[in-house]
């Protein structure tokens, strides 16, 4: 089941971009002023990504190889 909620959550943001926060972050600040970045995603040194947080605009290059990369390990 987590990895099925990741592979949708991957292909719902390559086919109509937008925002993903997990259910446990507060915002204490607005999201406007990375509009206009292609991509954020937190950056976890822990793990090769962590997608508690993610934004980006329509079929974005890092985020298809994010795709490509999880299914060779799923």
Known sequence: PIHLSDGLRLALLIRDAGIYLDLDYILVRSLLPFIDHNFIVHLDPYSFSNAAVLMRDPH?????AMAEKATQYY
């Open 60 to 64: 974005n290059p890092f985020l298809l």
